[in-house]
């Protein structure tokens, strides 16, 4: 039993668990799209701004939050989707490269 528990122990395993946890909430309270909104606003000019101002934000975040299955899984791909669907670029839509593209 000792044994079967023991990866629950570990840090990394809880990081990854509270931040599915804090995107389920970024996802249903509609702070991601305020978010996406947001940097549509200032870098929205192109879609290459936009694409610089995430991969800024990612860097911005790596020194905080070290897992990056828990910084772009659960912070970040929120506000990327809702990006994607304020253009209508949605892959079921057959629209992927309306802002997929640079």
């Not at 389920?24 to 509609?30: D, E, F, M, P, Y």
């Amino acid at each position: 039993m000792k044994d079967a528990l023991s990866g629950f122990s570990n840090s990394l395993i809880w990081l990854i668990v509270i931040s599915i946890i804090v995107s389920r909430g970024v996802i249903k309270t509609g702070l991601g799209e305020r978010l996406a909104y947001h940097f549509i606003s200032i870098f929205g000019k192109k879609t290459l701004g936009i694409a610089y101002s995430i991969a800024f934000c990612e860097t911005i975040l790596a020194p905080v939050t070290p897992s990056n299955t828990a910084r772009a899984g659960a912070i970040i791909n929120p506000i990327v989707q809702a990006i994607a669907r304020s253009f209508k670029s949605t892959p079921e839509d057959g629209t992927q490269n309306k802002i997929g593209t640079y």
